[in-house]
T-cell receptor
Framework: DTEVTQTPKHLVMGMTNKKSLKCEQH?????MYWYKQKAKKPPELMFV???????INESVPSRFSPECPNSSLLNLHLHALQPEDSALYLC????????????????FGPGTRLTVL | SQQGEEDPQALSIQEGENATMNCSYK?????LQWYRQNSGRGLVHLIL?????REKHSGRLRVTLDTSKKSSSLLITASRAADTASYFC?????????????FGKGTSLLVTP
């Protein structure tokens, strides 16, 4: 199984809502990532988990809260988002060398298209 | 800030022609990767080239790396309409307590029948 799955595919939420994005992989990868991508822009790294521990937070606002319940799952909890947070949210995973260096390819999920009203 | 910068930003060619995209970066790297993204979907890894390699092939793809010029190129030969996508280079960079991939701005490729 070389697939990264993400749910939901689409999400529309108001600024006062609380929602969660989910990501799952069964490739035994120990590094997992959240990216945010605006239209016609490259993916921007948000968070990196290595061996279920948060290793990188790219100064993301606290209204985004990541969680890694186990080695296969990655969640992104959303609360009090702003319209400018509307974007495609991509999850990825990769093997981890143990030093956290991305020496291997990253496998991406199809993304969640988020719209904040 | 984005480490990689691709050019051209957009490229339009006909089927059967070759497409060349370039990527420049600023700091030393361990490896450089190329990814493809079809409209509104996830990225697909194409090829990884390590800093001690100069050229790598995979099917119709050919990647070169010149660490002295801090640049890489991706050549797609005999292009097909299905190659229409955005192509991103990505370099590994140090970020705070760990490493991450930094994606370039991308080249949008359109292959017309």
């Amino acid at each position: 199984d070389t697939e990264v799955t993400q749910t939901p595919k689409h999400l529309v939420m108001g600024m006062t809502n609380k929602k969660s994005l989910k990501c799952e992989q069964h490739m035994g990868h120990r590094a997992m990532y959240w990216y945010k991508q605006k239209a016609k822009k490259p993916p921007e790294l948000m968070f990196v988990y290595s061996y279920e521990k948060l290793s990188i937070n790219e100064s993301v606002p606290s209204r985004f809260s990541p969680e890694c319940p186990n080695s296969s799952l990655l969640n992104l909890h959303l609360h009090a988002l702003q319209p400018e947070d509307s974007a495609l949210y991509l999850c990825a995973s990769s093997q981890d060398s143990g030093r956290g260096r991305p020496e291997n390819e990253q496998f991406f999920g199809p993304g969640t298209r988020l719209t904040v009203l | 800030s984005q480490q990689g910068e691709e050019d051209p930003q957009a490229l339009s060619i006909q089927e059967g022609e070759n497409a060349t995209m370039n990527c420049s970066y600023k700091t030393s790297i361990n490896n450089l990767q190329w990814y493809r993204q079809n409209s509104g979907r996830g990225l697909v890894h194409l090829i990884l080239i390590r800093s001690n390699e100069r050229e790598k092939h995979s099917g119709r793809l050919r990647v070169t790396l010149d660490t002295s010029k801090k640049s890489s190129s991706l050549l797609i030969t005999a292009s097909r309409a299905a190659d229409t996508a955005s192509y991103f280079c990505a370099t590994d960079v140090v970020r705070n307590s760990g490493y991450a991939l930094n994606f370039g701005k991308g080249t949008s490729l359109l292959v017309t029948p």
